[in-house]
């Protein structure tokens, strides 16, 4: 994409343009922000992993934003005539170590992970302190020497064209510099990773930058230059778009992660209803949903009959088998969305009906007790009966509104106690006289 824009760019390159004050600051700004941002991200990532390469990174971002607010400052009608008495030789300097300083921490930074493999001093990020001081005392070595000796520096700008000293001498230089941190990063990395391909990437993008500013271009002002300026922004933005990248696939993930680990926490394994804490939390939350709107919650609870026969007679296993096969019978009753069904002890289930009365409830309780007996599940020796059955209690909220969800649970468990008494296999409404449900009718 650099080789295109530079092939594209070598037709109009030289012509001049007018002078735009404000796009130099805007871009530089821009350019800074996404490199101090950069560096951020990458210093945390450090911090988090203790990988000292990453640190050179981040520095090597840190350090290049300080050059570039340097550059911008004491660029002639950035911000004042004269930053700090910066002379016009100034900016073409500063661009010049900022070139160099990135291209350096590229090659450090390619060389630090070999070293880290066999020096333990590398390795444990001892020398990340001291090259953080470095880093810092660079560009202000940079801003004092360039400004306080910018009359006595070799002429790299004569108006707004370079010099042949510059065209010459000092950006084939540079160029032959920046191959080479590229070839050395390449060499180095092999690009095992995605930060090495990307990172090549990028010194393949500011070499085109140098390249089109200071060779096609030959002067400032002109198309290639603004071109250039523009090529600068996306050097210091295209590696923070690769990491922004990653950290929203890592949030997508934990936040995946998060959730499964949720479902998991409150799921029962066994039968992939709700376990006891999930439907504690669901059952509270629907009370005082229905509280705000006035509306009704029924509950049942559910109890396998002579289920203790049953395993018994029958083993473990194949207990097992029969708690699946009731909660299979739950799930395909419930037809609503708001529905829920939860195991909440070794062969007891618990159904939440929202906006649901006791007629509806009963006729719910009446299917699902249907269902487990239609399956026809062999029982014990010994056993009441002949299959496996289930008994129900249930209680709502629709003509005796409930405290919490324990006073609910609470009802429910006597209308359960209430059916077990009364033979099992049967459906019995706690606080109601007698509920209709098809030609059978459940008393409370």
Request: charged content about 15%; overall charge neutral.
């Amino acid at each position: 994409m650099a080789c295109i824009l530079i092939i594209a760019s070598i037709p109009v390159a030289r012509i001049q343009a007018p002078e735009i004050d404000a796009f130099l600051p805007a871009v530089c700004g821009v350019a800074v922000f996404a490199e101090l941002l950069t560096a951020f991200l990458l210093w945390n990532q450090y911090r988090a992993s203790g990988d000292a390469p990453i640190a050179v990174l981040a520095l090597a971002y840190a350090g290049s934003a300080l050059l570039g607010i340097e550059y911008v400052l004491t660029f002639p009608h950035a911000f004042a005539e004269h930053f700090l008495g910066a002379g016009p030789q100034t900016t073409a300097w500063l661009y010049l170590i900022g070139q160099v300083f990135f291209a350096s921490y590229i090659i450090l930074f390619a060389l630090w992970e070999p070293l880290c493999r066999r020096v333990s001093t590398f390795a444990s990020g001892n020398g990340v302190p001291m090259l953080a001081a470095i880093t810092i005392l660079i560009p202000l070595v940079a801003l004092l020497v360039t400004v306080g000796y910018s009359d006595d520096l070799p002429a790299a700008l004569g108006g707004t064209h370079t010099t042949p000293l510059w065209q010459g001498r000092i950006v084939p230089l540079l160029l032959a510099y920046q191959v080479a941190a590229c070839v050395i990063l390449v060499v180095v990395t092999r690009l095992r990773t995605v930060v090495h391909l990307w990172l090549a990437v990028v010194v393949v993008v500011s070499l085109s930058e140098a390249l089109l500013s200071n060779v096609i271009s030959g002067a400032r002002f002109t198309l290639g230059w603004y071109l250039g300026r523009a090529e600068w922004l996306v050097v210091a933005s295209l590696f923070l778009i690769v990491l922004l990248g990653s950290v929203y696939r890592i949030l997508l993930t934990l936040s995946s992660t998060n959730a499964a680990l949720y479902r998991q926490s409150v799921s029962d394994d066994l039968t992939g209803l709700l376990n006891r804490r999930g439907f504690n939390a669901r059952l509270e939350e629907e009370l005082r949903r229905a509280q705000r709107r006035n509306e009704a919650v029924a509950l049942l609870v559910i109890d396998i009959d002579d289920f203790k026969r049953y395993n018994d007679s029958y083993g473990h296993p194949a207990g097992d088998t029969a708690l699946g096969i009731v909660s299979r019978v739950i799930k395909t009753t419930l037809r609503r969305a708001a529905d829920c069904g939860a195991r909440i002890g070794g062969e007891e289930f618990a159904v939440l009906l929202p906006e649901t009365g006791d007629s509806g409830a009963a006729a719910v309780a009446e299917r699902i007790r249907r269902g487990v007996e239609r399956v026809g599940i062999l029982q014990g020796v010994g056993a009441r009966h002949g299959v496996l059955t289930v008994s129900i209690g249930l209680a709502s909220t629709e003509e005796r509104p409930a405290q919490d969800g324990l006073d609910l649970m609470r009802r429910s468990d006597r209308a359960l106690y209430q059916a077990k008494s009364e033979g099992r296999n049967c459906i019995r409404v706690q606080g109601a006289p007698r509920i209709h449900v098809g030609e059978s009718s459940l008393t409370g």
